[in-house]
């Protein structure tokens, strides 16, 4: 035992006999140790986010601000700087591609009003309505979260399918059977397109509403009710007076991701129409799909996305401004 | 502590494994680095994807009995294909050789990702002098090495439905634009049409008014590439076109939103009488009907005696086959190539997608001389004209097809297709092209 044990005793010992400098040095080191630790962890999350994310939008912006047609696809990297060529077409509203940009733009912001509104009223509604509990209620708040559970191309092809004109089942009911319509209508070409696009998008997404809203109502105290029924509130003031205010934070984190899905979706058009939307329903982000891939114009694509970035950062920092200031003054 | 060391070396080699990884990129140019396996994209060409996949898995074997070369085939369907071309290209990385639309070859020609096939490459396949004429003139702009060589060759026609001509008394089908009208009102009757079309399938809107373009003697570009989609016979030509629905209301106006070959449906159980397709025969068996109750004769031309010039009544429609630039099997894809247009292949693949060969040999195999497939033939040497090879082809197929889409829209909903209405969407084709 003795034997082992001299080396190591004798090493201790000859370290702690070395000059001062190693001795204030290791604390320090371990402090560094201490705290870099936590960015070290950290710094494979921090590059995977760069990677996946950041990288991506950085190049985009970067093409945007290149000539990358098809003649550089290649060699895109080595493609021409083109400066603010891109975004002068773009935004120059007196030429067909400006106008058209615009035009659809128009349509999809007209598009995303009125979807995002129907989805948070039948969302907002049917969660109220399922909030007192009844027999089978299980049975239809699972129901009604079915579109919402279905791949997305699953569901728009069915759509698709549904309201073609001469064999789809919207015309069937209309015409057919209910007579609504003296010649079946299109639905899927001319301006119908944007009712078509309007349910499906509806019905797509108001589900996503229920869910959020079934969860922010668990959160009200039910004594609140209790307390209101006593002093005579009947049930449409107890909804304007404590279910909405309760909802208040909720609504505002709803509002904005319906807001920012809507106006960014691509599957439903996309799916729905196909490569050439019809004028009435087409959105900006099928035109901008349009504008890259079927004209092999990237840097006019990259430019169209940019600008769209842009306006959804001025309207998501407009909107998280205006109603934080509204329930500060709400709260105080 | 050691759990700490752990954690931060484990850190620091994810990192660093990230960083390689967003590092990394593609090769250029072609090599030899993996001579012992190429990747296939195939187009879809029969009925269905399986069906390619039968068709084309047996005849990959064959060749790999006789290179010891695999060939991983993919086939990629035709709403996938162009996109799927265009982001390999720009990454670098994708097949070894690939099939193209034709009217594609010059636009992706433009983008430099597939090799040239100069006369020493086309020395390495048995020579340039193989292949028909008229297919070689839809492989690249003129004056380039061809970005591709052709492997099937199709060609549009009439196809019409027996049954429904015998029932409305008709013994011939018509030769004239004039004829396909007035026959096509007497089909017209008991909710039964008198010719089908895809209003919504860009490339076919693309592919009629191109040829209707041809016998109004204009083309939609002028001699040095340039977009010239207003001129007189070009608005004549769209119009002529829509106006089988807006005027003479020969084709129903459901057909208005046509684009996965609906029409082709509505032929087969008899609702529409004829329609005007590129070799239909397989489409037609695969839905049911046999070859004796269609019939198939030349597209229709304004004096009824197909030719060159006004007298053309199809594009140059085919597949070509490609080889990427970037293989990594530059040998093995000339092979694979070779293989592919040789006679004995050739004659297996074409009669099993009911298209014409483009090799001469080949064609003169007796199974092309059919009385369906001789139609067909003919068309294609005498009265087909390819589409024009401009690097823009592809933009010309969106913009002008879309026009034609939203013209049909317009007939459908019943609104008059006048001139200044079909020369103003085709002005607003014109302007969204790419400026020169």
Redesign the interface.
Known sequence: MTTTASPEAGERTARTDRPGAQAPRAPRFGRLRRIGLPYLLLLPALLLELLVHLVPMATGIAVSFKELTQFYLRDWINSPWAALENYRVALDFDAPVGQALLSSFATTCLFTALSVALCWVLGVSAAIFLQESFRGRGILRTLFLVPYALPVYAAVITWSFMFQRDNGLINHVLHDQLGLADTPPFWLIGENSFVALLVVSVWKGWPFAFLIVTAGLQNIPRDLYEAAALDGAGIPQQIRRITLPSLRPVNQVLVLVLFLWTFNDFNTPFVLFGNAAPESANLISLHIYQSSFQTWNFGLGSAMSVLLLLFLLAVTSAYLLFTSRGRQAGDA | MRR?KA??VG??V??LA??S??CGGGTSGGSNEQPKTLTYWASNQGASIEVDKKVLQPELDKFEKETGIKVKLEVVPWSDLL?RI?TA??T?RGPDVLNIGNTWSA?LQ????LMPWDDAAFQKIGGKDKFVESALGSTGAEGKPPAAVPLYSMAYALYYNKKLFKEAGISKPPATWDELVSTGKKLTKDGKAGLGVE??N?SNNIHQVFVLGKQHGVDFFTPDGKADFTSDGAVAAVKQYVDLMATHKIV???N??Y?QNQSLSDFATDKTAMVLWQTAAATFAAKGMSEDEWGVAPAPVQSGAPGQGKGTNSMVAGINLAVF?NTKNSEGAMKFVEFMSSDGEQKILNKAYGSIPPVKTAQQDPAFNGPGIATLRETLTTSAAALPQV?EE??FE??V??AV??L??EA??GRPVTDQLVRAKLD?AQ??M?KK
Do not use: C, D, H
């Open positions: 700490n954690a931060s850190a620091l994810l990192s990230l960083t990884a967003a996109n265009m290209s720009t670098g636009s433009a983008g430099g990702a209003g919504s860009l129903p106006r459901g208005a939103e684009e630039k690097p592809s933009q969106t913009v097809g879309t889409k939203e049909f829209a459908a909903a607003k302007q969204q790419p």
